[in-house]
């Protein structure tokens, strides 16, 4: 009898070992594949969010280059406004001003990094703030910006203003032998209706234009703070 109760003990302990060295193998096999997922998600994480963080830098240098266009067409304005109000100007200048003047802005977003976002899914980045900041940049503001300046009729400004003032300061354009503009001839001969009218169109070009450059600022404060909040995000994660 004791015989018996030590065997079937011996074959409890055999089987009891088995099964605990059948389950530690199973969880461990569970445990790394977790991790290996884990670990591939915090690489695609990473991969994105630098992609992200690449795209932001070269809408931050777009940003720049707007800023020189802004400049320059505010002084255009200024210059269209001294013609109409029979002031002397340089001539050098009128090429480039004029060209400016009623040209629309069209607006290059990088968002490259976004849509391998979306394409994998949003809840790839793990961090609720940060993520919540990435959906507001691309999905309101990005969208806002890119609206207001190619789809609001308000500031379509080649299509609104331009042949009304062409029509108004052309007639008065020199040109070289190679037909090319070289000055104007002044003064322009405008009754006090056809100069207030003139006038009214480069106040609107210019109110409009002011707003598109705020709100072009605007962007480039956003940007630059979660270009800060990716870089610290990744610092942490490294």
Known sequence: MKTTNRIKFKNMRKYL????????????AFILDRWNDNRKDRIAENKIIEE??????????????????????????????????????ENDSLVA???????DIIVVQNKSGYESLKSRGLETIKNDTLRTKIINLYEVDYELERKFSEEYSENKFMQNYFHKINDAIAPYFEY????NIKGVRLPIE?????????????????????????????NKEKIGKLRADIKDYLKDRS
């Open 17 to 28: 070992f088995e099964f605990l060295s059948i389950f530690l193998a199973v969880s461990l």
């Open 52 to 89: 992200i963080y690449n795209g932001l830098e070269r809408d931050s240098i777009d940003i720049a280059n707007d800023e020189q266009y802004y400049k320059i067409t505010f002084r255009s304005l200024k210059y269209f406004n001294e013609i109409l109000d029979g002031k002397s100007v």
């Open 97 to 103: 001003f004029y060209f400016l003047l009623s040209r």
């Open 176 to 179: 070289d032998s190679t037909n």
């Open 190 to 218: 405008l009754n006090q209706k056809e100069r207030s009218l003139l006038k009214s169109y480069l106040w609107k070009i210019a109110v409009g234009k002011q707003d598109r450059h705020k709100g072009s600022q605007y």
